[in-house]
Each structure stands twice: as C-alpha cells, then as structure tokens.
C-alpha cells in the first residue's frame, strides 16, 4: 500500500515517530517508538533506528508492508 504525505508549506521536516502517527501506522506515540527500536522501520531502504530522524521530502518510508511517500 503506497501512502503519500505531505509536508506542510512552512514545515521542512517531519519526526519519523509523529509521520508514524499521522499516516495511522502507529496508534501511539510508544508504538511508533517500539517499531523504530525493533528495527521494523526503514528509511530510504535503510533500517532506521533514530526515533527523532527528521523524515524530508522526497524521503521514503517503508513499515509494516506500506510505503510512505513524504511531498
């Protein structure tokens, strides 16, 4: 499933934990932080395990069979 989300206009960076949430791929803020220290999270086809890493556009995310697309 491909998901885009898009920054908005003033904003240059998104958290991973907060794209996490607000995709509905996480319930919760502690959720969202388990996928990333479970190594269940990768960014641009890298395994990412900073909860804080700062999600830019153009910047894929893969977890739990979606890819996110960040705009």
Do not use: C, H, W
């Given at each position: 499933?491909?998901?885009?989300?898009?920054?908005r206009e003033n904003?240059?960076?998104?958290?991973?934990?907060?794209?996490?949430?607000?995709?509905?791929?996480?319930?919760?803020?502690?959720?969202?932080?388990?996928?990333?220290?479970?190594?269940?999270?990768?960014?641009?086809n890298e395994t990412?395990?900073?909860?804080?890493?700062?999600?830019?556009?153009?910047?894929?995310?893969?977890?739990?069979?979606?890819?996110?697309?960040?705009?």
């Amino acid at each position: 499933m491909d998901i885009e989300f898009s920054l908005r206009e003033n904003e240059d960076y998104i958290p991973l934990i907060q794209l996490l949430k607000a995709v509905n791929i996480a319930s919760s803020g502690s959720q969202a932080q388990m996928m990333v220290i479970n190594g269940d999270v990768k960014l641009n086809n890298e395994t990412e395990f900073r909860k804080r890493a700062k999600i830019r556009r153009e910047d894929v995310v893969l977890a739990y069979g979606k890819k996110i697309t960040v705009k």
